[in-house]
């Protein structure tokens, strides 16, 4: 049952990660318009604080897993 987990199920579950994933174009007040990736919860952006850098929100992935 490992094995299978492992081989089969895991890399699905990557490959639905890249193949179904919404982008959300969002119009932030007092900043830039920002492309957010994740469904049904949106789990990485850019950063609001600081240019040329990534958020990714861990609980928001995880429930995104378990869906």
């Avoid at 990557?14 to 492309?35: E, H, M, N």
């Amino acid at each position: 049952m490992k094995q299978l987990l492992l081989k089969l199920v895991l890399p699905l579950t990557l490959l639905s990660f890249a193949g179904f994933t919404k982008w959300w174009y969002v119009l932030v007040v007092d900043a830039p318009d920002y492309v957010m990736y994740g469904f049904p919860f949106i789990y990485s952006c850019p950063a609001f604080h600081t240019s040329m850098a990534y958020q990714f929100f861990i609980l928001e992935f995880f429930a995104d897993i378990l869906c």
